[in-house]
């Protein structure tokens, strides 16, 4: 396991620790997993997560079931990348369960409102203030840097929805090397159709507005000054479960032709 599970990061990043949730509770609660990387890429995963939040009710409105084996699914394209590379990515993972919290959402709809809820709130806070963290630091590395954020979807089992708000997550990269970048065949997507995945939208057109991309994209999107490039994948279920090792591959070795076309420069 390449994984550093950081309850270091949390304590480190976290501005009030002491009143975010007691000693004994802290000790037991491991909810964010993060990994510094050398490569320009981070891997995020909002809902796949399994541990309770200590303290934390369970939201009454909203999304509540978690994207099953999406936390497996990104610690394998984690590990494909390291053997074909050498390096690590970048990594932001969600290890506690959606019902208590969805990092995916704006802070008023991201936990339940109606109750004091300070220990969801201080992970909320954590779990974007590393990504944030992380984002700064990959764009002043490369300026192309892509963030994908992974999630598993129910519509459609083979089908892998992309959502960039229509391109504009990703506006940076399109800037510069225009819509090859994401429809191409050297782009991601494009690698993934080449090697029979159906991707959704298969070229230029609109994006599903169901997967179009959520509060994680959308924040640190490259249409944004401080952000990088940064795609949603929604992953139907075939590819996190019966063929989640070869998806998992598939993606990692799309990841890496990716980066050698467009990220090489700074
Ligand atoms: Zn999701």
Same mark, same amino acid.
């Given at each position: 396991?390449?994984?550093?599970i950081?309850?270091?990061?949390?304590? *480190? *990043?976290?501005?009030?620790?002491?009143?975010c949730?007691n &000693?004994?509770?802290?000790?037991s609660? /491991?909810?964010i997993?993060?990994?510094?990387g050398?490569?320009? /890429? #981070?891997?995020t995963?909002?809902?796949?997560?399994? =541990?309770?939040?200590?303290?934390?009710?369970?939201? =009454?409105?909203?999304?509540v $079931?978690?994207d099953?084996?999406?936390l497996? *699914?990104?610690?394998?394209?984690?590990e494909?990348?390291?053997?074909?590379t050498? &390096?690590?990515?970048?990594?932001? #993972?969600?290890?506690?369960?959606? %019902? +208590?919290?969805d990092v995916?959402?704006?802070? =008023?709809?991201?936990?339940?409102?109606?109750? @004091?809820?300070?220990a969801?709130e201080?992970?909320?806070?954590? +779990?974007?203030?590393?990504?944030?963290?992380?984002?700064?630091?990959?764009?002043a590395?490369? %300026?192309?840097?892509?963030l994908?954020?992974?999630?598993?979807?129910?519509?459609?089992?083979t089908?892998?929805?992309r959502? $960039?708000?229509?391109?504009k997550?990703?506006?940076?990269l399109?800037?510069?090397?225009?819509?090859?970048?994401m429809?191409?065949?050297?782009?991601?997507?494009?690698?993934?159709?080449?090697?029979?995945y159906s991707i959704?939208?298969?070229?230029?057109? &609109?994006?599903d507005?169901r997967?179009?991309g959520?509060?994680t994209?959308? $924040? +640190?999107?490259?249409?944004? &000054?401080?952000g990088i490039?940064?795609?949603q994948?929604e992953?139907g279920?075939n590819?996190? *479960? !019966?063929?989640? !090792?070869?998806?998992?591959? @598939?993606?990692?070795?799309?990841?890496?032709?990716?980066s050698?076309?467009?990220?090489?420069? %700074?």
């Open positions: 396991m390449n994984i550093r950081s309850l270091f990061l949390i304590l *480190f *990043f976290c501005n009030q620790p002491i009143t949730m &000693e004994e509770e802290q000790s609660s /491991i909810l997993a993060t990994q510094r050398a490569l320009p /890429i #981070l891997l995963a909002p809902h796949g997560g399994y =541990k309770a939040i200590l303290g934390a009710s369970i939201r =009454k409105k909203g999304c $079931t978690s099953l084996r999406t497996e *699914f990104t610690q394998l394209v984690n494909e990348l390291i053997k074909l050498g &390096e690590k990515p970048y990594l932001v #993972l969600a290890e506690f369960q959606r %019902k +208590y919290l995916n959402r704006m802070q =008023k709809n991201a936990m339940d409102p109606d109750i @004091d809820n300070q969801a201080c992970i909320y806070h954590e +779990y974007h203030r590393i990504i944030s963290t992380f984002t700064r630091e990959l764009k590395a490369c %300026k192309n840097a892509l994908i954020d992974v999630h598993g979807q129910g519509a459609s089992a089908t892998i929805f959502g $960039t708000s229509n391109l997550t990703v506006s940076r399109i800037d510069e090397f225009g819509i090859e970048s429809t191409g065949n050297q782009s991601i997507c494009g690698l993934l159709q080449q090697n029979g959704d939208p298969a070229g230029n057109q &609109e994006e507005s997967f179009g959520g509060y994209v959308r $924040t +640190y999107g490259s249409h944004q &000054e401080s490039n940064a795609i994948l992953l279920s590819f996190r *479960f !019966e063929q989640q !090792e070869q998806c998992a591959r @598939d993606l990692a070795k799309a990841i890496v032709v990716f050698d076309k467009y990220l090489r420069s %700074k």
